[in-house]
């Protein structure tokens, strides 16, 4: 999705805020739903074989970190571009060489995480 917002518009600042509380709140809620999800995991570890409960936790610990990469790959960048464009005015070409290279990292990133965290993945 991309959204065009004119930067010089009074309540841009405001509009800027209200995304980056939100996405904070969402990323705090998947966070505390992941240890939720562990914890119960835990739990209920008996029902499983050894193996099973190994591979689900792996599972649920890898959605965790691919929780994080949205947070990391795009909105750590996009908030720190936004810093520049307001406080700094850099050129337009360099954000969007920044923002072509986090998407790129975000796709490749959760596709390299599943490989690194899955043993089945590794070995194959």
Do not use: W
């Not at 999705?1 to 939100?22: C, E, G, K, R, S």
């Not at 809620?29 to 562990?38: N, T």
């Not at 995991?41 to 499983?48: A, F, I, N, P, T």
């Not at 795009?74 to 969007?96: G, R």
């Amino acid at each position: 999705v991309i959204v065009a917002v004119d930067v010089t518009h009074p309540y841009f600042q405001v509009y800027i805020l209200i995304v980056m509380i939100a996405f904070s709140i969402s990323e705090i809620f998947c966070v505390s739903l992941l240890y939720l999800i562990l914890k119960i995991l835990k739990q209920k570890s008996h029902l499983y074989s050894r193996n099973t409960y190994r591979q689900h936790r792996q599972l649920t610990l890898l959605l965790g970190v691919q929780f994080l990469t949205p947070f990391l790959c795009i909105f750590l960048p996009v908030a720190i571009c936004t810093v520049f464009i307001i406080q700094v005015s850099v050129p337009s070409q360099i954000l969007v060489e920044i923002g072509l290279l986090c998407t790129i990292i975000y796709g490749a990133s959760n596709s390299l995480l599943t490989i690194g965290f899955i043993a089945p993945y590794r070995t194959h």
